[in-house]
C-alpha cells in the first residue's frame, strides 16, 4: 500500500468515526429540545455556544486547524439549531 491509499484509508476510518458521532450528537440534540420544548425555553442559547467553542478549541490544541475546526463546528452548531427548529415545529 502506498501512502496515498493510507492517508485514504485513514480518512475513511475517520469519515466512519465522524458519522457515529455525528448521529450520537443528533440524538442528544433532539433530547435537548425535547426539555427545551417541555420548559418553554428558546432553541438558541449563545453562552453555551460559546463555551462548546472554546472547550473543544482547547481540546483541538493545534493553531494551524483551528480556524479550519472553528469553521466545522460553526456548521455543526447551526445543523444542530437547524434540527432543534424542525423537531420543534413538528
Known amino acids: 500500500m502506498n501512502k496515498l ?3 485514504r484509508k485513514i480518512i475513511n476510518e475517520a469519515d466512519k468515526e465522524i458519522v ?3 448521529k450520537k450528537r443528533m440524538e442528544a440534540v433532539k433530547e435537548v429540545i425535547n426539555y427545551k420544548m417541555a420548559n418553554n425555553l428558546p432553541i438558541l442559547d449563545s453562552s453555551r455556544e460559546q463555551i462548546v467553542k472554546e472547550k473543544n478549541l482547547a481540546l483541538l490544541d493545534d493553531s494551524i486547524l483551528a480556524p479550519y475546526y472553528l ?3 460553526d456548521t ?3 445543523l444542530s439549531k437547524d434540527y432543534q427548529k424542525d423537531l420543534y415545529s413538528e
Do not use: G, R, Y
Open 71 to 73: 469553521e466545522l463546528l
Open 76 to 78: 455543526i452548531l447551526k
Open 20 to 22: 457515529i458521532a455525528f
Open 5 to 7: 491509499e493510507e492517508a
